[in-house]
């Protein structure tokens, strides 16, 4: 299937606005023509360094501009990080993310960065950190140890992006994501939806992934409101701010279509979420979940739930493959 870059805002809206049961077609055909069909990739995040970020994201509660009553905690040993990813694989994840709510990591702290990936690709599993912008030397230092996946999201649409966070631009961001991939490694970028923006946004920001290399790997987050952050308040009061269902659903279909070969996952907000809306995303070619009681510092569904829940629906988890290194640039 031909991988386009030339996607146009229109052809995007275009994708919105067909018959529900034509996009999900459509989507469904597009994921079993490049993924096992009935699979589903088992992700676990945890947070290696909790709190304290100087950025002003309005929906994390781990910013110091959040008043979430989150204390911040310093970066955790390396020998806990590798434990809990061990227990991680016990419980059936392939995939273990590592996030650090720092605005960048500082030099001092990369030798234990690079010692938690060595560790967990020792396990057999796929790595991914999430640790805010990164340099041209940070990131190769993390190709050199094997990282498989850098998560830096782009949050929402450019146009929308200013009304979410102010302490660093869209571009700061599409520079981390330049560094990441010069470097060799995966790129993971999504964003989060449900933030009382616009479907127009929801367009914008499906165009600006779909219009750069295609991230191989697109979380989907629907917004876990948090009190105390900006976002969290603004919405509490207005319940009709927060994303319908099959609007969610058509998200993750568009990101499907136009990213055919990308990991779509299904991330954030799932624990609010109907098992029939996971399953239409499933449907709409969802690929990746978050298993366990929590996701950074967000409630998340839980492994019992997940497990019952692709009972319930036939499906499996797919088998752990770390992903190959892309080639780095010159």
């Not at 098992?275 to 950074?296: H, V, W």
Request: with cysteine; aromatic share 4%.
């Amino acid at each position: 299937m031909t991988v386009r870059t030339d996607w146009t805002r229109e052809q995007i809206a275009g994708l919105f606005d067909l018959p529900f049961n034509d996009l999900l077609f459509e989507a469904q055909s597009i994921h079993r023509a490049n993924f096992p069909r009935n699979e589903v990739q088992l992700s676990t995040l945890l947070s290696i360094k909790t709190g304290g970020c100087p950025e002003d994201c309005g929906y994390c509660s781990q910013s110091t501009e959040a008043e979430s009553g989150l204390k911040a905690t310093k970066l955790m040993d390396v020998q806990a990080v590798l434990q809990a990813a061990a227990q991680a694989k016990d419980h059936g994840s392939g995939r273990f993310c590592m996030g650090a709510a720092w605005r960048n990591p500082k030099d001092r702290d990369m030798p234990k960065l690079v010692e938690m990936v060595k560790g967990v690709r020792q396990m057999g599993m796929e790595t991914c950190m999430t640790l805010g912008m990164l340099t041209e030397g940070q990131a190769r230092q993390l190709a050199e140890a094997g990282l498989d996946y850098y998560n830096h999201n782009i949050d929402t649409s450019p146009e929308n992006y200013a009304n979410v966070i102010t302490t660093r631009t869209f571009e700061d961001r599409i520079e981390t994501l330049e560094n990441v991939r010069s470097a060799g490694i995966n790129v993971c970028c999504g964003g989060i939806v449900g933030m009382g923006e616009t479907r127009s946004d929801r367009i914008g920001f499906i165009h600006a992934l779909a219009t750069m290399p295609h991230p191989e790997s697109v979380p989907i987050n629907a917004l876990v409101p948090v009190k105390g952050t900006v976002l969290g308040d603004m919405l509490a009061d207005t319940p009709l701010a927060k994303i319908d269902e099959i609007e969610f659903v058509r998200t993750v279909a568009v990101a499907r279509i136009a990213m055919p070969h990308s990991m779509v996952r299904l991330s954030a907000g799932r624990e609010s979420m109907s098992e029939a809306c996971q399953a239409l995303c499933f449907m709409a070619g969802a690929n990746s979940i978050f298993t366990g009681d929590k996701l950074l510092t967000a409630a998340n569904a839980g492994d019992d739930k997940d497990a019952a829940l692709l009972a319930k629906l036939g499906m499996s988890a797919m088998q752990a493959q770390p992903h190959g290194h892309l080639e780095a640039a010159e």
